[in-house]
């Protein structure tokens, strides 16, 4: 069966940086998400992997090894509004998304 | 521009009523998908939509049906409702198979 495995949740402080680790199963790979979910909201889009290797967007940054179907997703200057679900996504061979359930990050002052 | 708006933004509903959810999108985007949230579970797919006048069945579409008349509007329906209906329910769409765009989500609870 497709699995996505991510841990349910974390906590980090103010000012620090946390990573989040995703591993998957799935059949086929055609990319993988990350995505921000606040509290009674819609997830949000924040990064894709296809390539292996590290996509640096602002204080965020995903890193990809599609030989491991291992991914993080990496939270610098963490800020008081990161607080929220992160959602890790593959996209498989049928190209729909298998979703984690979902890391809840908790940020402390 | 809006992007995605669903509705109603929240509803009960006794068991065995129908419903139907409403989702429209203003991005001209050519797919769309009907996902359920629940507590400790992720993103599942009830029914997506390629296309304009195509439909398919994603991980769990029993006791949905949906329909695409045009590119914009993606409503989901339930016939008769039952109370593992629960959940909150998020339409998205995309262009392709590229990055998807979620609304605002309707949550649902079936008494």
């Known amino acids: 069966g497709q699995n996505i495995d991510q841990p349910t949740e974390m906590t980090a402080t103010e000012g620090a940086i946390v990573q989040i680790n995703c591993t998957y199963q799935?059949?086929?790979?055609?990319?993988l998400f990350w995505y921000q979910q606040h509290a009674g909201e819609a997830p949000t889009f924040l990064s894709y992997?296809?390539l292996d290797g590290l996509e640096e967007k602002g204080r965020f940054s995903s890193f990809l090894s599609r030989s491991k179907g291992y991914s993080y997703l990496l939270l610098k200057e963490l800020q008081m509004k990161d607080s929220a679900s992160y959602l890790c996504?593959?996209?498989?061979?049928?190209?729909?998304?298998?979703w984690g359930a979902g890391t809840k990050l908790i940020i402390k002052p | 521009t809006a992007g995605i708006t669903q509705a109603p933004t929240s509803q009960i509903l006794a068991a065995g009523r129908s419903m139907t959810l409403r989702c429209t999108q203003d991005?001209?985007?050519?797919?769309m998908y009907w996902y359920r949230q629940d507590l400790g579970l992720g993103l599942r797919l009830i029914h997506y939509?390629?296309?304009?006048?195509?439909?398919g069945k994603g991980e769990v579409p029993d006791g949905y049906s949906v329909s695409r008349a045009n590119t914009d509007d993606f409503p989901l329906t339930l016939a008769s409702a039952v109370p593992s209906q629960t959940s909150v329910y998020f339409c998205?769409?995309?262009?392709?198979?590229?990055?998807?765009?979620f609304g605002p989500g309707t949550r649902l609870t079936v008494l």
């Open positions: 998205a769409s995309s262009e392709g198979t590229d990055t998807q765009y």
């Open positions: 991005m001209r985007h050519n797919a």
């Open positions: 939509s390629n296309t304009a006048g195509t439909t």
């Open positions: 799935t059949s086929g790979f055609n990319g």
């Open positions: 992997n296809v």
């Open positions: 996504a593959v996209m498989d061979s049928n190209y729909q998304l298998i």
